[in-house]
């Protein structure tokens, strides 16, 4: 488990700041004027601010930028950073500046001077949220990450107003967690293990076995996860932090691996699909989070479990199957299983939980890679509402997220001869025909969102704020829409 760096707020103290080991990051605004601790860093550092400060390319520099002076004198850090941002900072410069600040201090301790700043609780997330690397599968002895500490004016209102974002990034870490984990590690078993254990947080955590499923009539799911050893399973987490309103139900895509099955993915860059959980991991992340900062809302996270292999036993293309909610699918395509899993599981939850609405994420389509790349996630509504709500949520926090048509021409290309349903619809709209199909699984009237992460859930290369590999996209984004949808008025 990896867990966000500690983080302690302390009076301001000039002495510490001589003695203080790892690295000092100093705020010092656009126009160069200087705090009482950066007058100090200055002055123990024989003037390195003010060279900079003065310097004729000091003008030029964006706010948000972060200036490292390597191993001053007059001081134990090992680098002072300067921090460049004026008192009044947008969102964007807080996080940029502490996404550069989160990467630089690696596991070294960071002393953090914010002076004047406004909502330095912004730049401590960032940094927070940056300072992140998976070791979980590494041998050599884990060094522990560093504490941040911050000198500021009033520690202890400072520490209230930065506590429910550390609970946040507690559920990002989660979620990046589970994403980078190789599939022989979690398993369906595994994962369903690892929910169970958030019943520590506060969480109601029920995991269905295949019994039961086969009792639901989960016939769609129960088929993705027929070729594989792992046993299929759906959990249901409960967050009742509100009073007695309908829930907003979270869904997510769980396959552990995604070979294919029969019809087997090409050998290059299928590794890549130990992060086709990712839909389950950001609902288990955001379910944390709610948990952890106490939400005065009422969430219900569901995931299905499977791995997706070729066997003996696996569904074959050509397969018919029947969903628990009574419609039967033709398998055209075994790769097409998130659709099949997804399907099942919404049914249920509407079924159970009669919510509010309905928000499932997934990793389902290539196609959605071609058409938003790796900046934002793809979002399917039947209600502009809901919507509306979620995308301005997931932009605020700087999480990308665009919204996609539905249309029934498009629902028209799943047409099957032989069954209900066809899982595939052909090459155009790859990502549009696999959310009709899902559509087709919400009751009327339910205001439902279905987002495709598939782009966004993990990158190879690293982006201005998060590292390389799983990203957690969309704990924050779920996290604020709570917030501003279910708890403005508590
Ligand atoms: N898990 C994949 C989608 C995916 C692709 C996620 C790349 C992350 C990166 C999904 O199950 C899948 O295989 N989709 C197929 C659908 C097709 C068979 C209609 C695809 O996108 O090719
Ligand atoms: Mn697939
Ligand atoms: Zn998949």
Known sequence: MTSPAKVTFVD?????????????????????????????VNRLSRGAIKRLTESDSYDK????????????????????????????????????AGASLGKLMGEDGLLLLPGTLRDTQRLIEAI????????????????????????????AQMEQVTLPLLAVAEGVFFTRDLVSAPANVLTTTEFANQLKALEDSGLKVEVLEEDKLTELGMGALLAVGQGSDSPSKVVVMRWDGGGDEAPLALIGKGVVFDTGGISLKPAAGMEDMTMDMGGAGTVAGAMKALALRKARANV????????????????????????????????????AEGRLVLCDVMWYAQDRFKPQGMIDLATLTGAIIIGLGHHNAGVFSNDDKLCNALTKAANSVGEGAWRMPLGDAYAKQLK????????????????????????RFVKDDMPWCHIDIAGVASVKAETTFAPTGATGWGVRALDQLVQTMMEKDA
């Open 416 to 439: 099957s001869r032989v069954a209900d349903v066809n899982n595939v619809g052909g090459r155009p709209a790859g990502s549009i025909t696999a959310a009709e199909f899902l559509h």
């Open 300 to 335: 219900v996270g569901l995931v299905g479990l499977v791995e997706n292999m070729p066997s003996g036993n696996a569904m074959r293309p050509g397969d018919v199957v029947t969903s628990m909610k009574g419609d039967t699918i033709e398998v055209t395509n075994t790769d």
């Open 128 to 155: 927070v949220l940056r300072n992140y690397a998976y070791k979980d599968q590494k041998t050599d002895e884990a060094k522990p990450t560093g504490t941040i500490t911050v000198q500021c004016a009033d520690p």
């Open 61 to 96: 520099r964006a706010i948000g930028d972060v200036v490292t002076l390597a191993y001053p004198v007059g001081m134990e850090a090992d680098a002072i950073d300067v921090v460049i941002l004026n008192r009044r900072s947008t969102q964007e410069q807080l996080r940029k």
């Open 12 to 40: 301001p103290d000039l002495d510490a700041i001589a003695t203080a080991t790892g690295r000092v990051a100093v705020v010092v605004s656009g126009d160069g004027k200087l705090s009482p601790a950066a007058r100090r």
